[in-house]
T-cell receptor
């Protein structure tokens, strides 16, 4: 049972345009959501997080939006740069996520490709 | 501090053998996590330590798996009687007292296990 779903395995975006990565979740007990970026042969790197009591968090080129009623969040990257090409994971924290107090439940990831 | 260090980077073992991986977290981080990532999936939570205490274990962690964190510093993950289904990337992560939600975990580069 996938509690965090990233339904697009890959996404191709032109350099300079906006990249929008989507994530859906099923567990209403999740209290924080996070986005990670992963390059090949490296561990995931934290990008940005959002509390379930907020609907938007922004950090430079990265903005995360949360729609609790739809159980949906999205990561916007503006403008997209070649170095943004990577796999992006959505993750959630919650008491009943199966990850314990601080364990995270991850989606399967979306491979973002930035085209020149 | 050079971040979270994992050794070895790669391990090939025969089915039925025991293997042990090591993780050295960021020195000031008191929380340490183990995750497993298989091909096409996101990381899956295995277990979590706060200092030397193992506070949470996933149901994924069968009785062939054991993790320790003596003295609250480095951690080891041992898999006994390895099976082909254990082939995966094993990721270690650490975080400070605030947990992962504000600044995320810091992941290591992982140990890739191949069971032949």
């Amino acid at each position: 049972d996938q509690q965090v779903k990233q339904n697009s395995p890959s996404l191709s975006v032109q350099e300079g345009r906006i990249s929008i990565l989507n994530c859906d979740y099923t567990n209403s007990m999740f209290d924080y959501f996070l986005w990670y970026k992963k390059y090949p042969a490296e561990g995931p790197t934290f990008l940005i997080s959002i509390s379930s009591i907020k609907d938007k968090n922004e950090d430079g080129r990265f903005t995360v939006f949360l729609n609790k009623s739809a159980k949906h969040l999205s990561l916007h990257i503006v403008p997209s740069q070649p170095g943004d090409s990577a796999v992006y994971f959505c993750a959630a924290r919650g008491t009943y996520s199966g990850g314990g107090a601080d364990g995270l439940t991850f989606g399967k990831g979306t491979h973002l490709i930035i085209q020149p | 501090d050079t971040g979270v260090s994992q050794n070895p980077r790669h391990k090939i073992t025969k089915r039925g053998q025991n293997v042990t991986f090591r993780c050295d977290p960021i020195s000031e981080h008191n929380r340490l996590y183990w995750y497993r990532q298989t091909l096409g999936q996101g990381p899956e939570f295995l277990t979590y330590f706060q200092n030397e205490a193992q506070l949470e274990k996933s149901r994924l962690l069968s009785d062939r798996f054991s993790a320790e964190r003596p003295k609250g510093s480095f951690s080891t993950l041992e898999i006994q009687r390895t099976e082909q289904g254990d082939s995966a990337m094993y990721l270690c992560a650490s975080s400070g007292r605030q947990g992962p939600v504000l600044y995320g975990y810091t992941f290591g580069s992982g140990t890739r296990l191949t069971v032949v």
